[in-house]
Protein backbone atom coordinates (compact mmCIF):
# COMPACT_ATOMS: atom_id res chain seq x y z
CA UNK A 1 0.00 0.00 0.00
CA UNK A 2 0.97 3.82 -0.42
CA UNK A 3 -0.27 6.96 1.01
CA UNK A 4 -0.40 9.87 -1.53
CA UNK A 5 -1.02 13.21 -0.95
CA UNK A 6 -3.53 15.42 -3.19
CA UNK A 7 -3.91 19.07 -3.78
CA UNK A 8 -6.87 20.31 -5.52
CA UNK A 9 -8.99 23.16 -6.29
CA UNK A 10 -12.53 22.58 -7.05
CA UNK A 11 -14.41 25.26 -9.06
CA UNK A 12 -17.72 26.34 -7.17
CA UNK A 13 -17.06 24.08 -4.66
CA UNK A 14 -18.62 25.77 -0.90
CA UNK A 15 -15.83 24.15 0.96
CA UNK A 16 -13.02 25.31 -1.33
CA UNK A 17 -14.53 29.39 -1.20
CA UNK A 18 -15.66 29.71 2.48
CA UNK A 19 -11.90 29.72 3.85
CA UNK A 20 -11.08 32.28 1.26
CA UNK A 21 -14.00 34.59 2.64
CA UNK A 22 -13.33 33.95 6.64
CA UNK A 23 -10.83 32.40 8.52
CA UNK A 24 -11.77 29.65 9.51
CA UNK A 25 -10.36 26.04 9.15
CA UNK A 26 -12.37 22.93 7.79
CA UNK A 27 -12.15 19.37 8.34
CA UNK A 28 -13.66 16.43 6.86
CA UNK A 29 -14.61 13.90 9.15
CA UNK A 30 -16.43 11.24 7.17
CA UNK A 31 -17.53 11.28 3.23
CA UNK A 32 -20.20 9.12 1.66
CA UNK A 33 -22.32 9.57 -1.49
CA UNK A 34 -25.45 11.27 -1.71
CA UNK A 35 -27.11 10.91 -5.08
CA UNK A 36 -25.29 10.45 -8.76
CA UNK A 37 -22.99 12.89 -8.23
CA UNK A 38 -24.16 14.44 -4.70
CA UNK A 39 -21.46 13.93 -1.36
CA UNK A 40 -22.63 13.70 2.55
CA UNK A 41 -19.92 15.36 4.40
CA UNK A 42 -19.33 15.27 8.12
CA UNK A 43 -17.35 18.08 9.02
CA UNK A 44 -15.47 20.46 11.57
CA UNK A 45 -15.12 23.87 11.46
CA UNK A 46 -13.11 26.14 13.53
CA UNK A 47 -12.39 29.62 14.26
CA UNK A 48 -13.37 32.96 15.34
CA UNK A 49 -17.37 32.40 17.13
CA UNK A 50 -18.41 35.51 14.65
CA UNK A 51 -17.00 34.53 11.52
CA UNK A 52 -18.45 30.81 11.86
CA UNK A 53 -22.00 32.79 12.23
CA UNK A 54 -21.32 34.38 9.11
CA UNK A 55 -20.36 30.67 7.61
CA UNK A 56 -23.88 29.74 8.92
CA UNK A 57 -25.55 32.19 7.17
CA UNK A 58 -23.78 31.98 3.82
CA UNK A 59 -24.53 28.40 3.36
CA UNK A 60 -27.97 28.96 3.09
CA UNK A 61 -26.76 30.99 -0.38
CA UNK A 62 -24.08 28.30 -1.76
CA UNK A 63 -26.13 27.28 -4.61
CA UNK A 64 -24.34 23.75 -4.26
CA UNK A 65 -25.54 22.79 -0.95
CA UNK A 66 -28.76 20.82 -0.77
CA UNK A 67 -29.21 20.72 2.87
CA UNK A 68 -26.59 21.63 6.17
CA UNK A 69 -26.99 20.89 10.15
CA UNK A 70 -24.42 22.30 12.24
CA UNK A 71 -24.02 23.20 15.42
CA UNK A 72 -21.90 24.86 17.78
CA UNK A 73 -20.24 22.13 20.41
CA UNK A 74 -18.39 24.70 21.81
CA UNK A 75 -17.29 28.66 21.28
CA UNK A 76 -15.48 28.53 17.81
CA UNK A 77 -15.99 25.45 16.76
CA UNK A 78 -19.31 23.83 14.57
CA UNK A 79 -19.97 20.00 13.84
CA UNK A 80 -22.45 18.66 11.43
CA UNK A 81 -23.53 17.62 8.27
CA UNK A 82 -23.65 19.35 4.97
CA UNK A 83 -25.33 17.33 1.72
CA UNK A 84 -23.89 19.23 -1.30
CA UNK A 85 -25.81 18.01 -5.05
CA UNK A 86 -22.81 18.20 -6.73
CA UNK A 87 -18.72 16.96 -6.33
CA UNK A 88 -16.93 16.26 -9.77
CA UNK A 89 -14.03 15.46 -7.58
CA UNK A 90 -15.82 13.00 -5.14
CA UNK A 91 -17.79 11.43 -8.09
CA UNK A 92 -13.91 10.83 -9.55
CA UNK A 93 -12.23 9.07 -5.84
CA UNK A 94 -15.12 7.02 -5.77
CA UNK A 95 -14.49 5.49 -9.47
CA UNK A 96 -10.68 5.37 -8.61
CA UNK A 97 -9.34 2.79 -5.95
CA UNK A 98 -7.94 4.86 -3.91
CA UNK A 99 -9.34 5.55 -0.52
CA UNK A 100 -9.54 8.93 0.68
CA UNK A 101 -8.05 9.22 4.86
CA UNK A 102 -7.96 12.75 5.57
CA UNK A 103 -9.21 15.64 3.81
CA UNK A 104 -9.18 19.93 4.83
CA UNK A 105 -9.52 22.96 3.58
CA UNK A 106 -6.61 25.37 3.45
CA UNK A 107 -7.29 28.88 3.58
CA UNK A 108 -6.48 29.60 -0.31
CA UNK A 109 -9.36 27.49 -0.92
CA UNK A 110 -7.08 24.45 -1.67
CA UNK A 111 -7.95 20.85 -0.87
CA UNK A 112 -5.55 18.68 0.88
CA UNK A 113 -6.40 15.19 0.18
CA UNK A 114 -4.59 12.31 1.65
CA UNK A 115 -5.59 8.67 -0.19
CA UNK A 116 -4.21 5.41 0.39
CA UNK A 117 -4.16 2.64 -2.50
CA UNK A 118 -2.55 -0.45 -3.63
CA UNK A 119 -0.30 1.20 -6.47
CA UNK A 120 0.97 4.10 -7.92
CA UNK A 121 -0.86 3.83 -11.36
CA UNK A 122 -4.27 3.65 -8.81
CA UNK A 123 -3.01 7.82 -7.89
CA UNK A 124 -1.64 8.04 -11.39
CA UNK A 125 -5.40 7.23 -12.59
CA UNK A 126 -6.83 9.37 -9.79
CA UNK A 127 -5.01 12.48 -10.91
CA UNK A 128 -6.04 12.05 -14.56
CA UNK A 129 -10.07 11.66 -13.58
CA UNK A 130 -9.51 14.55 -12.05
CA UNK A 131 -8.01 16.77 -14.37
CA UNK A 132 -10.51 15.54 -16.65
CA UNK A 133 -13.24 16.99 -14.87
CA UNK A 134 -11.41 20.52 -14.96
CA UNK A 135 -9.86 19.96 -11.74
CA UNK A 136 -6.67 21.71 -10.82
CA UNK A 137 -4.67 19.06 -9.21
CA UNK A 138 -1.18 18.74 -7.70
CA UNK A 139 0.24 15.78 -6.60
CA UNK A 140 2.51 16.00 -3.23
CA UNK A 141 3.88 13.22 -1.40
CA UNK A 142 4.08 10.11 -2.29
CA UNK A 143 5.41 6.89 -0.42
CA UNK A 144 5.03 3.40 0.73
CA UNK A 145 2.50 3.39 4.15
CA UNK A 146 5.76 1.25 5.55
CA UNK A 147 6.99 4.92 5.86
CA UNK A 148 4.13 6.31 7.50
CA UNK A 149 4.18 5.30 11.45
CA UNK A 150 0.34 4.89 12.91
CA UNK A 151 -0.92 5.14 16.42
CA UNK A 152 -1.28 1.27 17.33
CA UNK A 153 -4.59 -0.19 18.86
CA UNK A 154 -2.61 -0.52 22.32
CA UNK A 155 -1.13 2.93 22.39
CA UNK A 156 -4.45 4.13 21.54
CA UNK A 157 -6.26 1.94 24.42
CA UNK A 158 -3.29 3.20 27.02
CA UNK A 159 -3.54 6.80 26.10
CA UNK A 160 -7.26 7.05 26.46
CA UNK A 161 -7.34 5.44 29.95
CA UNK A 162 -4.47 7.30 31.24
CA UNK A 163 -6.70 10.27 29.96
CA UNK A 164 -10.05 9.32 31.06
CA UNK A 165 -7.93 8.68 34.76
CA UNK A 166 -6.34 12.36 34.26
CA UNK A 167 -2.55 11.34 34.03
CA UNK A 168 -2.33 14.14 32.07
CA UNK A 169 -3.88 16.75 34.04
CA UNK A 170 -2.01 19.50 36.27
CA UNK A 171 -1.78 17.96 39.22
CA UNK A 172 -1.91 14.47 38.19
CA UNK A 173 -4.73 12.33 39.53
CA UNK A 174 -3.39 9.52 38.61
CA UNK A 175 0.40 8.33 38.33
CA UNK A 176 2.40 5.86 36.26
CA UNK A 177 2.41 3.13 38.87
CA UNK A 178 -1.12 3.48 38.97
CA UNK A 179 -1.71 3.23 35.25
CA UNK A 180 0.81 0.06 35.92
CA UNK A 181 -1.51 -1.56 38.36
CA UNK A 182 -4.66 -1.29 36.01
CA UNK A 183 -3.07 -2.79 32.70
CA UNK A 184 -0.69 -5.39 34.33
CA UNK A 185 2.08 -3.83 32.25
CA UNK A 186 5.32 -2.98 33.79
CA UNK A 187 6.22 1.26 34.30
CA UNK A 188 8.86 0.66 31.97
CA UNK A 189 7.21 -0.68 29.38
CA UNK A 190 3.35 1.57 29.70
CA UNK A 191 5.84 4.43 29.64
CA UNK A 192 7.02 3.43 26.51
CA UNK A 193 4.20 3.08 25.10
CA UNK A 194 2.70 6.24 26.69
CA UNK A 195 5.65 8.03 24.81
CA UNK A 196 5.61 6.34 21.49
CA UNK A 197 1.69 7.31 21.37
CA UNK A 198 1.86 10.50 22.31
CA UNK A 199 5.11 11.21 19.68
CA UNK A 200 2.61 10.02 17.10
CA UNK A 201 -0.06 12.17 18.10
CA UNK A 202 1.68 15.30 17.28
CA UNK A 203 3.19 13.73 14.69
CA UNK A 204 -0.22 13.16 13.12
CA UNK A 205 -1.61 17.10 14.37
CA UNK A 206 1.06 18.68 12.92
CA UNK A 207 0.89 16.87 9.42
CA UNK A 208 -3.03 18.20 9.32
CA UNK A 209 -2.56 21.22 10.19
CA UNK A 210 0.49 21.78 7.71
CA UNK A 211 -2.04 20.00 4.90
CA UNK A 212 -4.38 22.60 5.81
CA UNK A 213 -2.21 25.84 5.51
Not at 2 to 20: C, D, N, Y
Amino acid sequence: MIEAEIHLRIPKMWIGEVPKRHPVRIKIVNRRSSGKLGVRDLIEVTGPQEELEAVLKELKNEPWVKSFDLDFVESGKLIGEVVTYKCLACAALAKSDCHLVSANAGADGTLHWSVMTSSRESVKNLVAKLRKAKIEVELGRLAPITEREVLTTRQEEVILMAFERGFFETPRKAKLKDLSKITGVSQATLSEILRKGQKQIVVDYLRERKGAV
